[in-house]
Structures are given as C-alpha cells and as structure tokens.
C-alpha cells in the first residue's frame, strides 16, 4: 500500500492536471464591458450628428470652431490617461469607470442644453478628460481577468464597442435629430451612462480573488495561470524605464498616426455623406452605420485568428495597408462617382477597426503587470493626440478646400506610416509546429521573445 500511494503521488507530480480556467468570465463579464465602452463611445461620437445637423446654426458656430470643437475632446483626453491607469493598477478599476460613467453622461447630457459656444468649449474639453481614465481602466480591467491566449479577444469585444455603437448610434440619432432636433439627442444618449454606473457597480470585482461567483478552484486556476505569466517576463522598474522601451515608442508614434485615420473618418463621415444629393439626415445615418458593420465583423474574426495563432503585429498592419489604399483610391474616384468612393470608404472603415483586438494584446505581453497599464495609456494617450490631429485637420482641410480629396489623401498617409512603423515592432510570438517542443520550451522561449522585443 505504501508503494503504491507513493507511485500514485509521483505521477500526478510528473504530469499535473490543470484546472479549466473559468468560462464564465466571457458571459457574466464581456456583455458589462461591452456595454459600458459603447456607452463612453456613443457620449464622444454623437457629436458629429449634432454638428451635421442644426447645431452649428442655433449657436452659431463655425466650420473652423466645428473643427475645434469636434477635436477638443480629444486634447482633454489626452492629459489623463497615464494617471487614470496607474489608480486603476494600484487602486480600483471599478470605482474609477463607476465615477467616470456618471460624470460623463451628466456632461454629455449637458451638451444638449447649452446656449453659447463658451460653455460648449468647456464642455467637450471635461469630457474627455473624465472619458480619459475609461480605456486605460478597462485595458487594466481586462488584463486582471483574462490571459495572454485569450487577451486579443477580451480587448476586442471591449474596443467592440466603438464600430457597434457607431453603427445603431449613427441610426438612432439620425431618427432623433429628425424627430426631437439635436439638443434632445444630446440629452436622451446622456442619461444611459448614469444609470449604467450602478449597474457596473453591482455586477463586477477588480479581480477573480474578489467574486463570489467563482469556485475557489476557478479562482486559483485563474491567478495561477496569471501569475505565470508574469513569472516569465523581463523585470521593468518603473514607468520610466518602460516608456523608453523602443517597442512602446513605436507603438505610440503608431497609434497616434493610426488614430489620424480613425477619427478623421469618425468625425466627419456623416459630413462626407449628407453632401451627396438628395441625402436626408435619416439616410446619413443608415449609409454612416455602414462601414461600422463590417468593422463589428473584422474585428471578430481578426482577434479570434490572432488569438489561435498566437501572432499580432502580423494582423494589424495589412488591414492598415488596405485602409491606406481604399482612402486613396476614394481620392482617385472623386465625388462625381459617390457610390464607388462610398464602398472604398466603407472598407477603409472596416479595415481601420479590424486589427484593435491584437494591436492592444501587444504590450501586456512584453512588460509586466507593474508598468503595462501605464504602457497602455501612454500609447492610448498619444492616439488621443493623433485623434485630435484628425478630427482637426481633416476639418480644417474639408473647410479650406471645399471638399474631401485632400482629407482623404491626409488619411491615407496617416495609415501608411502607421502600417510600416507596426512592421518594424519586434517579431510575432508564433506558437511551434511541434506541440511537445512548445510545450517543454514554451516558459523559457516566450521569455526570450519578449527580452528581444523589448
């Protein structure tokens, strides 16, 4: 009996049995974190309904302060992030994002009540200083939650909630600013986020160790598999040592020229489309929910591919190439041949969306959990300043130019630069051909990846 209990012993000890890491994570969590960016998103972009309809006119705003206006959510956006991140680490990302909900839907909601460009400016600008703190808590949020072969997926159905807001959003305000006018849009798509918070509030923890709704076992398999992540990673002391890393520069210099692209085409595509004849704001917001329908589906099939491939970089620049290339071929087109220059448009947008998911898996897997929060709000944080450059400038170029060519030629260039600077970060992590040899070399393999990534 005794030998056999100590055989018994040393062959479970020679080949362990994991835990199944818990499933439920994807029903009781994706849904609230879906939600809650759609809401931060449909609170940012309801903006451009509002400025291709009256608004301009009853406040008497012009193009050049449109512009401004539209990209000054932007600037305040950028000031934030970095701080948002580090409470959401160190702190709580829950009562963060639960703060920030009610702030922004009380601001958003103020938009539909103002009377003067001034208090409009102060406005724009204070939401996106409290929306700052959401992306880089939800990254955080995510990352707490979710491992590394999984991460791509987690963080697209949250960026998800951009295109998928975009597409109702662009219906549903087409509707209201016909049926109520603009400032009860404003109004009415302000006051979900408020009673959002609380449902936030009930429904999720910081972390597995905090959620009573997981076995101790589906706890411990969840951190166990964390923090062995964690375990194979180069050590990282601070921001600063982080922030001089030459992939996180690149990423940022990427994402600021990617976000060019992004918000251009975010804040001014319902602009584009109501100069076409016959367009009414009804059909403006069918024909803008267009090209986020593909994006919802890209950006689905992307991540999931990423994810099982274990490859990144590998599926963010193609789709930022192609984006390059349908905005510049929309330029060729020219507005005599709307429809042609509409499905190129249609794909830039899906294009530009698609690779999200794997572009923000990059940094939590090449800097630990100390400092890949503030990595991520760092190149979040300078995508912010691309999106106010975008949605500025293209603006700015539509006014000055009487038309969209040279918008659209800006935004392919912005997303050329942005594909080959993703080229030069480091190389994907592939998984081997031979499942025993990644699986005997896969702790010490990764960890060498990663040291030559950074």
Not at 94 to 101: A, D, G, Q
Not at 182 to 192: A, H, Q
Not at 375 to 397: E, H, K, Q, R, T
């Amino acid at each position: 009996m005794k030998r056999n209990s100590s055989s018994t012993r040393t062959d479970s000890t020679s080949v362990p049995q994991a835990a199944p890491l818990p499933a439920s994570r994807w029903l009781r969590l994706i849904p609230i974190i879906f939600i809650t960016y759609s809401l931060a998103y449909l609170d940012r972009a309801n903006y451009s309904f509002g400025a291709a309809s009256g608004m301009a006119h009853d406040l008497n705003i012009s193009a050049a302060m449109s512009s401004l206006l539209g990209a000054l959510f932007f600037l305040g956006y950028f000031f934030f992030q970095i701080p948002g991140a580090h409470y959401a680490e160190k702190r709580s990302a829950r009562k963060l994002v639960f703060w920030s909900l009610i702030l922004w839907g009380g601001l958003a909601a103020a938009t539909g009540m103002v009377t003067n460009v001034h208090v409009l400016i102060v406005i724009r600008f204070a939401l996106g200083v409290v929306e700052s703190a959401v992306m880089p808590a939800m990254l955080v949020f995510n990352a707490h939650w979710f491992t590394n072969k999984e991460r791509s997926r987690a963080n697209t159905f949250l960026i998800l909630g951009n295109p998928a807001t975009v597409l109702w959003m662009s219906i549903v305000s087409g509707y209201l600013v016909s049926a109520v006018g603009w400032r009860w849009m404003f109004i009415i798509e302000g006051m979900p986020a408020i009673i959002w918070a609380f449902i936030w509030w009930k429904m999720v923890q910081d972390k597995p160790s905090e959620a009573k709704w997981l076995t101790e076992a589906e706890k411990a398999a969840l951190e166990t598999e964390l923090n062995n992540e964690q375990a194979g990673m180069k050590q990282v002391k601070n921001y600063r040592e982080a922030f001089r890393s030459p992939t996180v520069i690149k990423l940022c210099l990427q994402y600021f020229f990617w976000s060019i692209g992004v918000y251009g085409f975010v804040m001014w595509l319902p602009s584009i489309i109501s100069k076409a004849p016959n367009m009414t704001m009804v059909s403006t917001g069918w024909l803008s929910a267009v090209p986020y329908l593909l994006a919802v589906i890209l950006m689905l099939v992307t991540s999931y591919f990423s994810d099982k491939m274990q490859i990144r970089k590998g599926f963010v620049w193609p789709f930022l190439l192609v984006g390059a290339l349908a905005f510049y071929g929309s330029y060729l087109i020219g507005p005599d041949h709307f429809w042609i220059s509409f499905a190129l448009l249609v794909i830039a947008g899906g294009a530009m969306y698609a690779p999200y998911g794997p572009f923000f898996a990059i940094v939590p897997e090449v800097l630990p959990r100390n400092v890949a929060g503030g990595a991520m709000a760092l190149v979040n944080s300078l995508g912010a300043l691309g999106s106010f450059a975008g949605s500025y400038i293209v603006g700015y170029l539509n006014d000055l130019t009487g038309g969209f060519d040279a918008s659209y030629m800006f935004m392919a260039g912005s997303l050329l630069l942005s594909a080959i600077l993703t080229m030069t970060v480091g190389k994907d992590r592939q998984q081997s051909t031979t499942n025993g040899h990644h699986t005997n070399n896969k702790k010490n393999w990764k960890h060498k990846v990663r040291t030559t990534q950074l």
